[in-house]
């Protein structure tokens, strides 16, 4: 393993799960933790270049602990948080989470040098009063992992909450996180790009009508280095549509889907899939 602090922090975790202990291993080494009575640990989806299929990155989702290793997204637990407090502790949990499980492994990933994107929560673009970001760095900077392969996935805004979104942006920056931002489309893309400038635009593969939209989107993103990944891959005829889309545009894309890959809590390298082929 190259990160020593998180190996010695590994070493100190008890196996136990009292009461009294957020985050333990369990007889694999996973971490695990807690929230209220539901025991959760992360799940792995990757995500992969369209063109090549070489796993780029993965997304880490917090799933409770099943001995199928299937377990159930336990995402929507925030939607149903009573206080905001709890939203907080619950979406830092996760990251944390994520980030032990996906660094203690990465060295034998097929990728060994991938990134690592992380929910935020809508409820937390409101909930979290300053300094977006500061919290969870701190918790990185302990353990020595690598801020530079953090990226933070901000949710959907409306147009009201465009100037929210456009501070909490602008706090992940400055604590040195890329981030991503999700768009209902082609059109809220172009209207995104020039006020927020993200790391990557993540659009829904299911929605994909708009031909000139998108593609005016992927070249404009390509021209200020701005990634574009297109999420819940799920059908072949939208993979076919993404890659006459990638090719009309002569840009690379991203993509990631159950398509492609289910997660799964190692970060193995799955049987050839649609998206190398």
């Known amino acids: 393993m190259s990160f020593p602090v998180l190996q010695k922090y590994l070493a100190r975790l008890s196996d136990a799960t009292g009461a009294a202990t957020s985050i333990w291993l369990d007889h694999e080494g ?3 933790g807690r929230f209220f009575n539901c025991t959760m640990s992360s799940a792995f989806q990757p995500i992969r270049q369209l063109d090549t299929g070489v796993v780029h990155a993965y997304e880490g989702l917090a799933r409770s602990v099943s001995a199928q290793d299937m377990g159930l997204s336990l995402w929507k637990l925030l939607d149903h948080a009573a206080s905001d407090d709890e939203s907080i502790e619950l979406d830092r949990l996760c990251r944390m989470l994520h980030s032990i499980n996906f660094f203690r492994q990465a060295d034998t990933a097929p990728n060994a040098h991938a990134d690592l994107y992380l929910n935020v929560h809508d409820r937390l673009l409101s909930a979290v009063s300053s300094n977006h970001g500061h919290a969870f760095r701190r918790i990185l900077d302990a353990l020595e992992l690598p801020l530079s392969r953090i990226v933070l996935q901000l949710p959907a805004a409306t147009p009201q909450q465009g100037w929210l979104l456009n501070y909490v942006s602008d706090n992940y920056r400055r604590n040195g996180f890329r981030f991503a931002v999700n768009v209902a489309g082609a ?26 939209g998108l593609l005016a989107l992927l070249r404009r993103s390509a021209a200020a280095n701005v990634a574009v990944l297109f999420k819940r891959v799920e059908t072949p005829q939208s993979l076919s549509v993404l890659r006459q889309l990638g ?21 193995q390298r799955p049987e050839p899939v649609a998206a190398a082929a």
Do not use: C, S
């Not at 020039?194 to 000139?212: M, N, Q, S």
């Not at 991203?254 to 289910?262: F, H, R, S, T």
């Open 30 to 32: 996973k971490a695990q």
């Open 187 to 212: 059109r809220d893309g172009l209207q995104v790009l020039d006020r927020l400038r993200p790391d990557v635009f993540k659009i829904d593969a299911r929605e994909l009508h708009d031909t000139d």
């Open 247 to 267: 090719e009309a545009a002569g840009v690379p894309l991203l993509a990631q889907g159950y398509l492609l890959d289910e997660p799964r809590a190692a970060l």
